[in-house]
């Protein structure tokens, strides 16, 4: 059984979607000129705390499998979105279709936010 804190798990995702110089206020997300890797990993970061969000915090607490896994899973992605926003090698920058010689900078404030999430 995990023993993930469901409204800290919760309230560090919300801190990396919702901060004022993450990801929908990035210079490099204002349109017509979206960063594709700003918005492929805004998107995977939302996604994630939406699968969050549906997980019943008293099957949760009960030890529910499903929950447990939904939890894990919820986990595994933010462990990726870290990887990724940390990518130095220009792979993450091919698979969103953008330019591996121009990558995205999250900056040290998203870093630290997206580290918060495996912590």
Request: charged share 20%; net charge negative; proline share 6%.
């Amino acid at each position: 059984m995990s023993n993930t804190d469901l409204q800290d798990l919760n309230a560090k995702m919300q801190a990396l979607i919702e901060h004022n110089s993450a990801f929908e206020s990035h210079p490099q997300c204002k349109p017509p000129n979206t960063h594709p890797t700003i918005f492929f990993l805004y998107d995977f970061i939302r996604n994630s705390h939406n699968q969050l969000k549906a997980v019943d915090a008293a099957k949760y607490a009960a030890g529910d499998n499903g929950a447990q896994t939904a939890v894990g899973e919820v986990e595994g992605r933010n462990g990726f979105a870290n990887i990724l926003i940390n990518d130095t090698t220009g792979k993450l920058s091919m698979m969103t279709g953008a330019d591996p010689s121009n990558p995205a900078d999250f900056g040290p404030e998203i870093k630290a936010k997206a580290l918060a999430l495996t912590q």
